[in-house]
């Protein structure tokens, strides 16, 4: 049963210091998205990525914030320094463009508690 | 850039009876429209999704309506049942910006037994 799969789970972390989330696409999707929940904005996309080459990044505080993918079995976001704000859950997806359904699968997340 | 509006953002339903999400969008260059269901703690997960070049789609007690011309978009549930308690999102996808997919700000839906 192939997932995505995101690493860690929980993060608390002090303001000022820095904070990388990990995704592990499912094998063979071209496309991985980055998003933010909160409570007050909903489901934003910070980043997206295909066949490892970014797309859109608009979504994304540029000054802080930075997505890679090293290859194409992980997907890095790294928020370097962190600000209480930052706190939400952060989300990896990945999907296969290019068939005949694009369909997103979601991570578990990673809570992130910036204090 | 594409915008998706959605309502209700909070929906309560008697078990058994019929629930409705309504959406709309702004770019009409959209041609694919997923749905997603987000329980709690968990990612979304798609649950239907149409076409442009379809008016409707039906799978079990989920369906989905789309009008190009209004560029509207609708998830109806019949039969509701406690376990369609959940958040869902409406979503379009565009030909241009690389596919970009834009959510909707989600509805909550509640089925009380």
């Known amino acids: 049963d192939a997932r995505v799969t995101q690493t860690p789970r929980h993060k608390v972390t002090e303001m000022g210091q820095e904070v990388t989330m990990r995704c592990q696409p499912i094998?063979?999707?071209?496309?991985v998205f980055w998003y933010r929940q909160t409570m007050m904005q909903g489901l934003e996309l910070l980043a997206y990525?295909?066949?490892?080459?970014?797309?859109?990044d608009s979504g994304m505080p540029k000054d802080r914030f930075s997505a890679e993918m090293p290859d194409a079995t992980l997907a890095t976001l790294k928020i370097q320094p962190s600000e209480p704000r930052d706190s939400a859950v952060y989300f990896c997806?990945?999907?296969?463009?290019?068939?005949?359904?694009?369909?997103?699968?979601f991570g578990p997340g990673t809570r992130l508690t910036v204090t | 850039g594409e915008n998706v509006e959605q309502h209700p953002s909070t929906l309560s339903v008697q078990e058994g009876d019929s629930a409705v999400i309504k959406c709309t969008y702004s770019?009409?260059?959209?041609?694919?429209f997923p749905w997603y269901k987000q329980e709690l703690g968990k990612g979304p997960q798609l649950i239907i999704d149409i076409r442009s070049n379809v008016g409707e789609k039906k799978d079990q007690r989920i369906a989905v309506t789309l009008n190009k011309t209004a560029k509207h978009f609708s998830l109806h549930i019949t039969e509701t049942q406690p376990e369609d308690s959940a958040v869902y999102f409406c979503?379009?996808?565009?030909?241009?910006?690389?596919?970009?997919?834009?959510f909707g700000p989600g509805t909550s839906l509640s089925v009380i037994p």
């Open positions: 770019d009409s260059a959209s041609n694919y």
């Open positions: 997806a990945s999907a296969h463009h290019g068939g005949e359904r694009y369909e997103q699968y």
């Open positions: 979503a379009a996808v565009g030909k241009t910006s690389y596919d970009k997919v834009i």
């Open positions: 094998l063979g999707h071209n496309t």
């Open positions: 990525f295909r066949n490892r080459a970014p797309l859109d």
